[in-house]
């Protein structure tokens, strides 16, 4: 299952598929994540959003009622 999920920092949270985990280890030791991901992720992989999730305080966690 190569389903990456990414959170971004006004709270969107993407879930990638197909994404090969070298791809994925990069974005996150890329000294700039926006620009890998925008050169490497986005627009090449599908992408699904995710709905009813939040980050907090670094966390990702599931939006209560």
């Given at each position: 299952?190569n389903?990456?999920?990414?959170?971004?920092?006004?709270?969107?949270?993407?879930?990638?598929?197909?994404?090969?985990?070298?791809?994925?280890?990069?974005?996150?030791?890329?000294?700039?994540?926006?620009?890998?991901?925008?050169?490497?992720?986005?627009?090449?992989?599908?992408?699904?959003?995710?709905?009813?999730?939040r980050?907090?305080?670094?966390?990702?966690?599931?939006?209560?009622?």
């Amino acid at each position: 299952n190569n389903v990456r999920r990414v959170w971004f920092r006004n709270g969107a949270v993407w879930d990638y598929l197909d994404v090969p985990y070298k791809a994925y280890a990069m974005l996150i030791a890329w000294p700039s994540a926006g620009k890998y991901y925008n050169a490497a992720i986005k627009g090449i992989y599908r992408g699904i959003r995710r709905y009813g999730y939040r980050v907090n305080k670094g966390l990702l966690e599931r939006k209560t009622a």
